[in-house]
């Protein structure tokens, strides 16, 4: 179910994006870098897991591999991400 005021899904409701959060925590707060991390790392799994469906459904389609491999990348780069952001706060 999604939440009514940001339309997210009911479990992100009254994060920092969301307007039923009164106190709206600080961009640079430990909770918020924590939401970026575990968010990234979603997107990544989820990139990674379509990519490998996609080579799956494509079998011989040239094109297909070719996105497939691109999606693989581009999760490649979501954990990229992850970690230069993890040093940058060292």
Do not use: D
Request: glycine share 6%; net charge neutral.
């Amino acid at each position: 179910m999604n939440c009514e005021a940001c339309g997210q899904l009911e479990r992100n409701c009254g994060e920092f994006h969301c307007p039923q959060n009164k106190t709206r925590t600080p961009a640079n707060s430990p909770h918020t870098i924590e939401l970026l991390y575990r968010r990234l790392e979603m997107m990544a799994k989820e990139m990674k897991a379509v990519s490998e469906l996609m080579r799956f459904v494509g079998g011989f389609n040239e094109r297909m591999i070719q996105h497939a491999k691109e999606l693989e990348g581009a999760s490649n780069i979501a954990r990229e991400w992850i970690n230069e952001i993890k040093e940058e706060r060292k």
